[in-house]
């Protein structure tokens, strides 16, 4: 099965509504990682994280290792925060990250 | 503030040809990644470079050689380029293993 698993697959949000995006992992992880893919494909690193939370402008990220998550959270959803968001998960001890499939985001006026 | 790399942006190959994909960092990171990204999936692990002298394969290698021929480029070979392997190939590069990741923007690889 999906050793990184993200949900939903697909998201299309009203600007200035929020919203929340969740990856669920099956492997050992210590590390996770959030990108942001734009309709071009360049890959943006959103977030690093250890367990816990951090937060950058209309973004706040936790990642919660004990029950094996991590969120995303965008806040007032605005049309450039449309693309595809990634998180990765590091495979502890094989440095190695796994990718989740993906959450496509479109952000409508 | 640095930059990654990649050449060339788009690579048109015949079937059963040899390509070469290269990629160039100057952050001065010690790890390198390649990953293929099919149409509208997600990414996977091809090669991986620890440190300068090392090659690790990752979990789609069969088909495709590596080399780091020193810290600041890793390059990527298609031993021999097939019609489903039409993709987007994808080079990384962090600080150490397991520290945050920064991509290039992609060679777009197109098999005739």
């Known amino acids: 099965g999906d050793q990184v698993k993200q949900s939903p697959s697909a998201l299309s949000l009203q600007e200035g509504t929020n919203s929340a995006l969740r990856c669920n992992f099956s492997?050992?992880?210590?590390?996770v990682q959030w990108f942001l893919q734009n309709p071009r494909g360049s890959l943006m690193n959103l977030f690093y994280l250890v367990p816990g939370t951090k937060e950058n402008g209309r973004l706040k990220s936790t990642f919660n290792s004990k029950e094996s998550y991590s969120t995303l959270h965008i806040r007032d959803a605005q049309l450039e925060d449309s693309g595809t968001y990634f998180c990765a998960a590091d495979n502890t001890g094989n440095y190695k990250y796994v990718f989740g499939a993906g959450t496509r985001l479109k952000v409508i006026a | 503030g640095g930059i990654i790399t990649q050449t060339p942006k788009f690579l048109i190959g015949q079937e059963g040809q040899k390509l070469t994909l290269k990629c160039q960092q100057n952050?001065?990171?010690?790890?390198m990644y390649w990953y293929r990204q099919d149409s509208g999936k997600g990414l996977r692990l091809i090669y991986y470079?620890?440190?300068?002298?090392?090659?690790q394969k990752g979990d789609l290698s069969e088909g495709y050689d590596a080399s780091r021929e020193k810290k600041s480029s890793f390059s990527l070979t298609v031993t021999s380029a097939q019609k489903n392997e039409m993709a987007v190939f994808l080079c990384?590069?962090?600080?150490?293993?397991?520290?945050?990741?920064?991509f290039g923007s992609g060679t777009r690889l197109l098999v005739i």
């Open positions: 990384a590069s962090s600080m150490t293993a397991n520290s945050d990741y920064t």
């Open positions: 952050f001065n990171h010690d790890t």
């Open positions: 470079s620890i440190t300068e002298n090392d090659l």
């Open positions: 492997i050992a992880t210590t590390t």
